[in-house]
Each structure stands twice: as C-alpha cells, then as structure tokens.
C-alpha cells in the first residue's frame, strides 16, 4: 500500500504539472518517456476489439472520460474497457445502469495520475434553476452493476471556504449504487460526504469492494446503504479549522433493516493529520427515504490513529435514534484509538460473532478478482 498522500487543501492553479487541492498530482510529464496507454496497448493496438483509450492530449480515441462511456455498447454488449491516459479530467462522469461490465484502468498504474475531478456541492445552483443536492453533487456517478477500476482517482474539490454563501455543503467524489461494483488501488478526495456508497432502490443490495483504495475527508466522507467491503484501505481524516469537536466523522451507513450486512473495515488504516480525538469514528444515518434504516458497520483488525476520539467514537445522529440501536461492531483493532477507556462505548464483537463479518461472507458468490498491475507493481 503506498504512504498516505498529502491531504486536501486549497486547489491551486495549474502549471504543466497537474496540482489538485494543494495535492500535488503526478503529471503526464511525468510518464512522458512511455507510451500514453503504457502496457495496455493503444488504438493501433487494442488489448482487444472491447478497449477504448481516453487521452485529453488527443491521442486515444476520446479526449473525455464521459465521452468514452457514450461511445460504449448497452447490455448485454458490456463487458467493455477504457483505459486512461494520465491527465486530470475536469468533468462530471455518470456510467448509465445500461452500461453493465465497464472498467475504468488508469494507464500508468498509479493513481495520482489519472483524476477525474469536478467542484459541485449540494447547495451549488444549477444552470436550469434549483440546487444539485448530495447526489447531484458527484463528480462521478456509477450506476451500472459489475463496474470496475483500477489506479484512478475520483474527487471533488469544491471547497467551504470559497463558498460560504452555500450552506448545503456535501461535495462527494464518486456515487456507486450497482452490484459487485469493484475500486481497486484507487482514490477518492473530498471533504464531506467524498464516497456515497449506495444501492440503486432500497429493496436492492449492492454489493461493493474497496481493496487497497485511499479515502478521504471531514464529515460522513464514506456514507450510503451498499454492503461494502473496505480492505486493507486508507481512511483519512482531515484536519478543519472549526471550535466544535467532533470536526467529523468517518462513516456514516444507512443500511436497510432488512440487510444483514452493511459496511465492513478490515485490515484498514484510519489516520490523518486532524487533532488527536478529534473525530468520531461514525454515526448512524437515517435518511428521510428510510426512517426504518438499521445502520451496519463492523471495523476488524484495524489499526486507529490518534484523530478518532477512542472514549467516544459514535454519536446519535437524528433525534430519537441512539447509536446503541444500530448494529455497530469493533473486533481486534490496534493503536491509539483502538483503546477502550469507556467499555460502554465500544461495542466488540466475540469470535463467534466476528467469525459472521468476513469479507467472504458480506460479497456472497462474488469474488472480485485482482486487476492487473503494470510491472514493477
């Protein structure tokens, strides 16, 4: 897993190398000695007659991640491949439910290199009238099952204080709602509400995994219904110039009473450069579609660094709904904040009932499988 990145700060003009949110983004300068697409062939020499190559220099088939998408075939002709050039594409992504199968491949295997990044927020007015909303707000939307990507990076770097006529400030990164949605090694960058992990209707369980993947923000910045697996992942709180604490919260599910499975850390990493105990490590979203929700989330085997606050690390989210009414759960977690100084406020899991929350378990018949990596990685 590669060293946690520099968080996010304020975005900063472009000069030949690509610069996002004070995150310094690798350029394509960078892999300018190699072919654009790398190992992954070219359009004079497609992987196969189901690849499409997206350059914003011009030297794919599309300049235009979105335009990419269009240009592939509905079901049941999916099953198709974008591979992407390294550049930052400043663009709002949505993957139709029609586009079933698609797979997004970063060209250089290394994530920083291949941005998809927009800069709405809930409250931002839209051209026709009206605001965006939270899932208006996604830079990428997915909504298609059986998507996958490998090395690329969702975010959204529309930013508080640059706004403060905007009150509405929910900004995510990327919204996956299809089954068997599968990120691996990729980054989501945000601030609140970065990765909206969902499902398509409340009756539908959309299973998802995050395998060695790095995610982060303030508040709620992983949230949503889906059954997802997170790991050996990378969640990373960001330090906020605010006089409450908690500055924010990790997770926030809002998983259907009716599945058995919501969110599950394993082997993870939550850190960051937030102030020690300075943030939850979630709260239990019951969104007004579903009062009945019964928020899931079991962290196992997880290292916690010293931002999330150990003697009281969930919270009531709405009136009426106490944390201890959902199905939260900790077993075998390490460092600083995995310390129990209030027993009553960490609920652990014995081994009988942690031997129920494996990744094996939450994903049913589905195996994602490993997406290739360039070599030397």
């Excluded at 199968?101 to 060209?107: D, P, R, S, T, Y």
């Excluded at 100084?341 to 195996?367: F, K, S």
């Amino acid at each position: 897993m590669a060293p946690p990145t520099p968080l996010i700060g304020r975005r900063r003009a472009l000069t030949g190398a690509v610069a996002l949110l004070g995150l310094a983004i690798a350029s394509p300068a960078r892999a300018a000695h190699v072919l654009p697409f790398g190992r992954y062939g070219s359009p004079r020499r497609r992987l196969n007659n189901r690849t499409l190559y997206v350059d914003i220099q011009g030297r794919g088939d599309h300049t235009t991640v979105q335009a990419a998408v269009d240009a592939t075939p509905d079901a049941p002709a999916g099953g198709w491949t974008l591979v992407i050039a390294a550049g930052m594409y400043r663009e709002t992504v949505v993957v139709p439910q029609a586009k079933t199968g698609l797979c997004f491949l970063g060209a250089t295997g290394d994530a920083r290199d291949v941005v998809i990044v927009y800069d709405n927020a809930a409250g931002t007015p839209k051209p026709e009238g009206g605001t965006y909303g939270t899932s208006g707000s996604a830079t990428t939307t997915i909504q298609a099952d059986g998507f996958t990507a490998a090395d690329v990076t969702f975010a959204n770097d529309w930013l508080r204080a640059d706004h403060p006529e905007i009150t509405s400030t929910q900004a995510v990164a990327a919204k996956v709602m299809g089954d068997r949605s599968y990120f691996d090694r990729c980054r989501f960058l945000g601030h609140q509400d970065t990765l909206y992990a969902d499902t398509r209707t409340l009756a539908s369980f959309a299973r998802q995994c995050y395998r060695e993947c790095h995610i982060e923000g303030d508040v709620d910045f992983v949230f949503g219904r889906a059954t997802a697996v997170f790991e050996r992942c990378e969640l990373m709180t960001l330090a906020r110039d605010v006089t409450f604490r908690p500055y924010g919260f990790v997770f926030a599910p809002s998983t259907a009473a009716v599945n058995p499975h919501g969110y599950l850390a394993v082997r993870c990493v939550i850190d960051g450069a937030a102030a020690g105990a300075s943030f939850g490590l979630a709260r239990p979203w019951r969104p007004s579609s579903d009062p009945t929700a019964l928020p899931s989330l079991v962290v196992r085997e997880t290292r916690m660094g010293p931002s999330i606050d150990a003697a009281t690390p969930y919270v009531d989210m709405s009136a009426g709904y106490h944390w201890q009414d959902a199905r939260f759960g900790e077993f075998h977690n390490s460092g600083p904040s995995a310390a129990i100084p209030v027993p009553g406020n960490r609920p652990q899991l014995t081994p009988e009932q942690a031997a129920e929350h494996t990744p094996a378990n939450y994903l049913g018949d589905w195996r994602p499988a490993l997406l290739p990596r360039p070599s030397g990685r």
